[in-house]
């Protein structure tokens, strides 16, 4: 049976949301957390924090390392995985999963909201991947399994996608692209780099923040922890992948997903964003 139990993650945005319930499934193997996250002080209106967001790695079962990092700072990130490094030993699994988001048109995006965006998903994680690729590697040298793992949408030139949001669709194609590029670099390495993507609306503190969301309407995020779940206790030849989760469930004979339900027994959930 396939198991995460002693390798080393490194999630971004893991002190909330799905960042946090991907932690919380890898430590129920046993593993290693490394929370790359920037909030540190509590805020009412987003729960969570890198050392609440340890205590429930560690209840979970597994080791916690809180770390703040903003990851649009290319020292603080490098800084981070020499921490990781120095507490666990290596990185043998990358989660691309910190991302900002404006559902703005091109009128009512600030400069500074589309740097924001780009600076985080799509920078974000180039970044993240090019300062944990020289332990990712070392992991696959030692037969560990290595994977990254783009929390992006499959990539879609349809003008749709693009209309209503122009920045946000080219921030988050940008983690895509990097699934798309460094999945066909890598594979020499032995690195697996997917990605992986909700067919509905999450229930997470972000999208609460978004007005006329029905959380009822939406699913939680260990739909996306158990399918994250698959693809990294899946050998690391399986690469260049732009998952859906109900799809990947569905693959390995889950498709009963009702307790993936905020509300048990909905039928009709809101659409997430890029599945045609």
Known sequence: MATLQGK???ITGASRG??????KRA???GANVVIAAKTTDPNPKLPGTIYSAAEEIKAAGG???PLAVDIRDEEAVHAAV?????????IDILVN???AISLTDTEHTPMKRYDL????NARGTYLCTQACLAELKKSAAAGRNPHVLNMSPPLSMKQHWFAAHTAYTMAKYGMSMCTLGHSGEFKRHGIAVNSLWPRTAIATAALQMIPGVDLNMCRKPEILSDAAWLILTSPSSNSGNFFIDDALLAAHGITDLDKYAVKPGTKHFIPDFFVD
């Open 8 to 10: 080393t993650l490194f």
């Open 18 to 23: 799905i960042g946090l319930a991907i932690g």
């Open 27 to 29: 430590a129920a193997d």
């Open 63 to 65: 080791q916690a390392l």
């Open 82 to 90: 020499a921490k990781a490094v120095a507490t666990f030993g290596g």
């Open 97 to 99: 999963n910190a991302s």
């Open 117 to 120: 965006m780009n600076g985080i």
